[in-house]
């Protein structure tokens, strides 16, 4: 026998003997003496050290006592990541915001686990650099929390009779809604069909939302957020949100109200697959004492070469009558080089009251 194997067999035997020694006055040294390490099992398990914490049960049942929890995460929760790398430059004409060839990269990371099978509490995290055009709020929009990791989400959703109830911080009413927009964007302003303050109205902190669906494809969703310090009183800002929609086969539709500190909106927003493409549109209409309208039109199409192609354009915001309407032009084609790997160039152009800008960069996401 090894030295080693003979060091690990020797506290065992002692165990062994202290026990005998408490009930007998004789001890056999030779039944002792015909032990050997065919009658020990022992691997690196025998030595860890056993906790006695409390250990909730994966379907919600309550705490348990466990000598066999070595802690870790519980089985019903899951980690998502998602990196994406942007390499831009942008040709801003007059702006005075030329700029050369930038870096920008954000990282997002999401928490989720059930209790009971059927609720969901969930944490996303993000960081990023964003401080470019192309990147920034005018661009892409990509995170900007200066490489710090900052808590973008907390969420917990459960259902209550046949609907879904939300409730979380620093979340958006419509992260319940349906929506009927199935155009894949390459700027941020594009993500709702131009509808982001109904369709896709955010949040002012402490949400609390609700959404059921009908069988016939038909849902209906609504909520409300406030300032969490002063929920639902004069010295908040509280918005409101309502959404209702239609799903079919090849087409839906969707339509949103919001109010925030008595900026009302209407938004409507909607999709139909042809053959070859998805058309997605969207209108919205916002009146905060004078009524400002703003419009969006875009083309996906699924299927070409071994990636998706997509271009649309509309106003880059809610313009009054008599004001200055002004548009962005996108279009953008998405490789996926495997099931975790996607690029994704593009181009954009924008107009302002001081010049036009456009933009050109590639942007490269990972999933994992």
Known sequence: MKLFQQLLVAPATLGLLVPLSVGAS???????????????????????QKSSN?????????????????????????ASFGVDFL???????TTGVSEATTFDYQMGIGL????????????????GNA????????GLNF????????????????????????????????????????????????????????????????????????????????GVSSTPTSILTEE?????????AYTGDSFGIAVAYSDAEGTTGWGINGMYAFDFATLSAGVESVDSGTTAEGFFVGLSFPEVGAGSFDIGMGTTGNFADGDTEYYMYEASYSYPINDS??????????????????????????SF
């Not at 309550?62 to 899951?78: C, P, Q």
């Not at 009779?161 to 009413?173: E, H, R």
């Not at 790997?341 to 960069?361: H, L, N, Q, R």
């Open 341 to 366: 790997m996607t690029i994704t160039p593009g181009v954009t152009y924008k107009e302002f009251s001081t010049g036009d800008v456009t933009g050109v960069a590639v942007k490269t996401s990972f």
């Open 236 to 244: 908040g800002s509280d918005t409101f949100g309502l959404e209702a």
């Open 131 to 138: 401080s470019s055009v192309i990147g920034g709020s005018d």
């Open 112 to 127: 989720e686990t059930s209790f009971t099978g059927e609720d969901s509490l969930s944490a996303t995290i993000d960081i």
């Open 143 to 222: 995170d900007s929390t200066s490489d710090v990791l900052t808590l973008d989400g907390l969420t917990y959703t459960f259902p209550l009779g046949g609907a879904t109830v939300m409730v979380g911080d620093n979340t958006d009413i419509s992260a319940v809604y349906t929506g009927a927009c199935a155009y894949s964007a390459f700027t941020d302003y594009m993500g709702n069909c131009g509808t982001g303050n109904t369709v896709g109205v955010g949040g002012n902190g402490a949400t609390a939302a609700m959404s059921y669906a009908f069988d016939s494809g038909f849902s209906i969703a609504g």
């Open 87 to 93: 390499v831009g430059a942008v040709d801003a004409g």
């Open 26 to 48: 004789e001890i056999n040294l030779d039944a002792v003496s015909n032990y050997s390490e065919d009658n020990l099992e022992i691997d690196v398990n025998s030595f860890k």
């Open 54 to 78: 409390n250990v909730l049960l994966s379907g919600g049942e309550g705490l348990v006592e466990s000598d066999e929890f070595t802690g870790g995460f519980s089985e019903t929760t899951t």
